[in-house]
């Protein structure tokens, strides 16, 4: 390497990489396998730094191939559900299922003996009670969730349209002010 | 061996809960446990080796007089007690020097081992210094046609991979493509596996390299990919192999129930490509079906009779039961 390779001019150089079996991949695993001959020359001569080039050479031609699998990928934008600005940047992509078959590290898991209860229960087809889904409730008028009770809870707002009774206003309308039936009372 | 240990609190629950056998597995936990004859350079390499697993591995520094062909029992003891599945065991003698065990357990017992015997090694920090974070996923390479078709082979690769692949995830950030680890082995991989002497065996090429990606202005899509080599740098020897048992490696490849592919019934995939299924509908009831708004069961008139007579019969497709129905009223 005499003259010096700018960054354009290893810009240039070709992104594909010719080999006579494909090689295959496993996208889940970040990996390639390359099943193509070796060059057994090169591998079992004395020259350390030709079979160190030539070993280089391989390894940038599957990191390229895997490179080009990947970016194929589809891509996701917006970043991953972890509530952690700096993990929104940066594009991602989904990566698929591992191919590769690989021991597992502990047997698969025996589902438990139903204990006495759980026993008793299915069999009477008692199910677990609801529990308390606390005080928001989703409003679909506002978009938003608002309490249901409590301070400016939903139980407590006053309706937004109250018919005003003829007999009971004397005559102006709106302004003797509203007392229909569905406002609050206001304290003393 | 192992006193089962009640928990006394959530939190000790939920410890053991994580390392109770469980559907969809943790990432795999490894051991460096150093031999009573394990020299600094075998214990460098496996420290090296260890910088591309963090932060799941642990080191051990005390040196253990263990024989793992002969007797593996401590070592299970270790896996077990450390919820580490990969073990790798450095020693050094006269007969195997700078060799490197490595073994698998499966229910903590072991599952399958090799030896690399380290015939050249050069360290981390003999090449320039280029720090990779912890705990980013590697690019793995296998060159060589050796590795699909020689059965050693396949069990190193297939621990290799095993080692190094880390945290399975899903979504993969495109500024964590980072290194590359390439193994490659020479040879075509026509060599007899009963053959005894393992001299023969091509050895095997450990590199690792850094990722430098170039981006081509006028095309925008790929980025040429170039590799500066971190190390560490290895040349490792096949030695002694224990292959797994078959009926434990048949457990041990179990897939559970739900991350089996669900296969729909009645949807099938033809050789074109395109998506089949059955649609069952459910049995007619033909005393039930309205033939009097059916234009082409009427009757016709007699000219057309001896014309017609054999397309209905083609052209219609009904059950058995109608036809003879149907020729009853031409016949009329």
Known sequence: MSESTSMQSIGTRPVTVERAIPVSY????????????????????????????????LARDSAQLLVNQILALPVVTGGRTGGDVNHNDGVFVKLPDPTTQLPREKPIPVAKPLTKWEKFAKQKGITPKGRNTGNLVYDEAKGEWVKKWGYKGK??????LVEIDEKAANGDGEESGNKGKGTKKSKK | MMRIVKPKNARSKRAMENRSPKAIENTKKALTVRGSTCGVLVQNAMTDIAAYKQPDIK????????????????????????????????????KRPNNLTWL??????????????ILNYKT?????????????????????????????????????LDFFRGEQISMLDLAGLQYIISVTASG??????????????PSINFRVYKINTYKNKTQNKVPRVELEEIGPRFDFQLGRVREADPDMLKQAMRIPKELQPKTKKNVETDLLGDK????????????????????????RRKDEFEDEGDDEIEDVIVSDEEQPKKRKRQIK
């Open chain 2, 188 to 201: 075509d991989g026509n060599i007899s596996v009963y053959s005894g002497d393992t001299s023969n065996l």
């Open chain 1, 155 to 160: 139980n407590q707002e006053e309706p937004w």
């Open chain 2, 276 to 299: 089949v299924a059955t649609i069952h509908v459910g049995k007619q009831d033909l005393m039930k079906l309205q033939t009097r708004k059916m234009k082409g069961l009427k009757k």
């Open chain 2, 124 to 160: 981390m920090s003999d090449f320039k210094k280029l720090t990779i974070n912890v705990g980013m996923k590697p690019l793995i390479s296998f060159v060589g046609p050796i590795f699909d078709s020689h059965p050693h082979f396949q069990m190193v690769k297939s621990m290799l």
């Open chain 1, 26 to 57: 496993d996208l889940g695993n970040l990996s390639v396998f390359d099943t193509n001959m070796i060059d057994s020359e090169i591998m079992s001569s004395t020259d350390e730094a030709k079979k160190e080039v030539y070993l280089q050479s």
């Open chain 2, 59 to 94: 080191k051990f520094q005390k040196r253990n007089e263990i024989h793992p062909f002969e007797d593996a029992s401590s070592l299970e003891f270790f896996s077990q007690k450390n919820d580490a599945s990969l073990i790798i065991f450095g020693s050094n003698s006269k």
């Open chain 2, 104 to 117: 698998r357990t499966f229910n903590f017992q072991v599952l399958d081992m090799f030896e690399l015997k």
